[in-house]
């Protein structure tokens, strides 16, 4: 019995250690989300990154206009993005509990 319990218990820590925060994720959603840094704490490092280039190729063509179309495309995706950070940290941490046995 007391393996069980001692087998338990360390699932239990390795799966808090683990497990994300969506508050974390809304806060970096706030503060960094131009650099994509919600999706990647999110575990999505594909379309992080693209992000990133998306804002960055805004800035860098604004002057001749056209930048403020990416721009928007960018601030369209970021609001979006509120919505789905809750479901994307919910998978993760179930995945994590799943890898763990917790």
Excluded: C
Excluded at 30 to 45: D, N, T
Excluded at 70 to 94: C, S, T
């Amino acid at each position: 019995m007391a393996n069980v319990d001692s087998a338990h218990t360390r699932a239990m820590m390795e799966y808090n250690a683990r497990a994300k925060s969506t508050a974390l994720g809304y806060i970096l959603w706030f503060f960094l989300g131009f650099l994509g840094a919600h999706r990647l704490y999110g575990g999505r490092v594909g379309t992080g990154i693209l992000q990133i280039l998306l804002h960055g190729l805004g800035w860098l063509t604004a002057p001749i206009v056209i930048g403020y179309l990416f721009l928007g495309l960018w601030g369209l995706w970021w609001l979006v993005d509120a919505f789905l950070i809750p479901g994307w940290i919910r998978d993760y941490n179930l995945d994590v509990a799943r890898r763990v046995g917790a």
